[in-house]
């Protein structure tokens, strides 16, 4: 038996709407009653996800800001972390000047470089035209990630050592399970390290072609014919 389910927030779990079905969060609800954890995995905050935890709770762990920072929602706390290098922020912050840039705490979001002095930035996020313009992050130690959103491109930073594998991996030993324990349910590019190295791992169909290339397991981007039908198998 599986002892955790992850699954990506956005084009995966919600909706076009920004909505969770009811029938969804109950099969999530009766996986949890088997002794599974459930775990959300998301580019933005912790905080954003928790909103849909409130009137009905059904997570037990989130991966945030692209396995930037970790929260055990049970416990309410964080379980592991990692910031951005203020030299690298600095750096980033001059590749991209004149584009606009968003710079995320654990669960605040900054427009002006200044404004963030004395705070743990875990991600940035640059808004660009083409995917070639990452390459001018070549030279230092940082993982990027390509997100669209409303048909806009944005370039997603964190540290070099994070990612939503390596969130994975930390909540696995601090419940003492395998990777060949967890089954992800993947939509975004920057799920690309848990499709790589996760046994057990699928794709929303036309959600990202990095992703489908790299698995054939893929599942409706329709979350009644795909993360629903994919919930009750388990």
Do not use: W
Not at 57 to 75: A, C, E, M, R, T
Not at 89 to 116: D, H, P, V
């Amino acid at each position: 038996m599986k002892k955790m389910v992850v699954v990506s927030f956005y084009h995966a779990l919600i909706d076009e709407e920004s909505a969770i079905s009811q029938s969804i969060m109950l099969e999530i609800e009766r996986i949890r009653k088997k002794g599974i954890l459930f775990c959300v995995c998301t580019n933005g905050t912790y905080q954003e996800v928790l909103e849909y935890n409130k009137d009905f709770p059904f997570i037990d762990y989130i991966i945030s800001l692209n396995g930037s920072y970790i929260y055990d929602v049970l416990k309410e706390q964080c379980i592991a972390k990692k910031k951005i290098a203020i030299s690298n922020i600095k750096k980033i912050s001059t590749i991209f000047e004149g584009y606009n840039i968003l710079y995320y705490t654990e669960n605040n979001i900054y427009e002006e470089a200044q404004e963030t002095e004395k705070k743990d930035i875990y991600k940035i996020e640059v808004e660009i035209e083409k995917e070639e313009e990452r390459e001018k992050l070549s030279k230092l130690n940082i993982n990027s990630s390509i997100f669209i959103k409303k048909d806009k491109m944005y370039l997603e930073i964190v540290s070099g050592k994070n990612s939503m594998f390596s969130g994975v991996d930390q909540i696995g030993l601090k419940n003492n399970f395998a990777l060949k324990d967890v089954i992800a349910v993947c939509a975004n590019e920057s799920d690309y390290s848990l499709v790589t190295n996760l046994p057990y791992s699928y794709v929303i169909k036309d959600s990202c072609k990095k992703l489908e290339k790299a698995t054939r397991r893929k599942i409706s981007k329709n979350p009644k014919e795909g993360i629903e039908i994919f919930l009750k198998k388990i």
